[in-house]
T-cell receptor, first 112, second 117 residues
Framework: QKEVEQDPGPLSVPEGAIVSLNCTYSNSAFQYFMWYRQYSRKGPELLMYTYSSGNKEDGRFTAQVDKSSKYISLFIRDSQPSDSATYLCAMSADTGRRALTFGSGTRLQVQP | GAVVSQHPSWVICKSGTSVKIECRSLDFQATTMFWYRQFPKQSLMLMATSNEGSKATYEQGVEKDKFLINHASLTLSTLTVTSAHPEDSSFYIC?????????????FGPGTRLTVL
C-alpha cells in the first residue's frame, strides 16, 4: 500500500463547476499538507499549504485536512479552462529532513 | 520571490555519457535541496536530499555512485547522471527549501527532461 493514495483521474468538468480533489494517507506522523499544480512538462507550483487539521481558503481554492480520517481535499470553485492541469497532494512529517511524499496526481480537464 | 531555476531544460545524450543538471535558488538561500525523478504519468519520486556543505542523503534504491550530487553553495546544487543509460531517461526536478522561512515549504524548479539514446 502506498503511503499516499490519490485517484489519477482524468477528471473532466464543465467550466464553472466546483471541483473536489482528494488524497488519503496512512502515515499518522504527517503534519504538513500541500497541494501543487503541475502543467505538462513543467515543475510543480505550490497552491495551498496547511499545517495540521482544518480549512484554508485562498481565492477560488479551499484546502481541508481531516487528520482523524487521514483525508485531505482541495476544492476549486468556478473552475476555469486554465485550471486544467495535474494536481498533486504532498505531505511530510514534522522531522528535520522534511522531504515530501507525493500522491500520484489527479489530471483535471475543465471544458470551456 | 522564491524562484528556482534548472539548467538545462532538456538534454539528449548518448548511452554511456555523463550529464550534469544544475538547480539554483535565485532569490533565497537554500541549505536543503531535493532531487526528484518523474516518469510519464507518474508522481514525483524523491531521489536524494542535498545539504549544503555535506554529503547528500540518498533514498533506498538510488545509486549514489551513479547519481552524484554536489551542494557547494547556498544557492546551487548539481545532479550528475554518470554513465547514463536509456532507462535513466526521465524528468528530473529539483526543489529548494527557503532557509529564511519557518515552515516546510518547497519551491520547485521547472524540471529537466533527460533522454538517453
Amino acid at each position: 500500500q502506498k503511503e499516499v493514495e490519490q485517484d489519477p483521474g482524468p477528471l473532466s468538468v464543465p467550466e464553472g463547476a466546483i471541483v473536489s480533489l482528494n488524497c488519503t494517507y496512512s502515515n499518522s506522523a504527517f503534519q504538513y499538507f500541500m497541494w501543487y499544480r503541475q502543467y505538462s512538462r513543467k515543475g510543480p507550483e505550490l497552491l495551498m499549504y496547511t499545517y495540521s487539521s482544518g480549512n484554508k481558503e485562498d481565492g477560488r481554492f479551499t484546502a481541508q485536512v481531516d487528520k482523524s480520517s487521514k483525508y485531505i481535499s482541495l476544492f476549486i470553485r468556478d473552475s476555469q479552462p486554465s485550471d486544467s492541469a495535474t494536481y498533486l497532494c504532498a505531505m511530510s512529517a514534522d522531522t528535520g529532513r522534511r522531504a515530501l511524499t507525493f500522491g500520484s496526481g489527479t489530471r483535471l480537464q475543465v471544458q470551456p | 520571490g522564491a524562484v528556482v531555476s534548472q539548467h538545462p531544460s532538456w538534454v539528449i545524450c548518448k548511452s554511456g555519457t555523463s550529464v550534469k543538471i544544475e538547480c539554483r535558488s535565485l532569490d533565497f538561500q537554500a541549505t536543503t535541496m531535493f532531487w526528484y525523478r518523474q516518469f510519464p504519468k507518474q508522481s514525483l519520486m524523491l531521489m536524494a536530499t542535498s545539504n549544503e556543505g555535506s554529503k547528500a542523503t540518498y533514498e533506498q534504491g538510488v545509486e549514489k555512485d551513479k547519481f552524484l550530487i554536489n551542494h557547494a553553495s547556498l544557492t546551487l546544487s548539481t545532479l550528475t547522471v554518470t554513465s547514463a543509460h536509456p532507462e535513466d531517461s526521465s524528468f528530473y526536478i529539483c526543489s529548494a527549501r527557503d532557509s529564511g522561512r519557518a515552515y516546510n515549504e518547497q519551491f520547485f524548479g521547472p524540471g529537466t527532461r533527460l533522454t538517453v539514446l
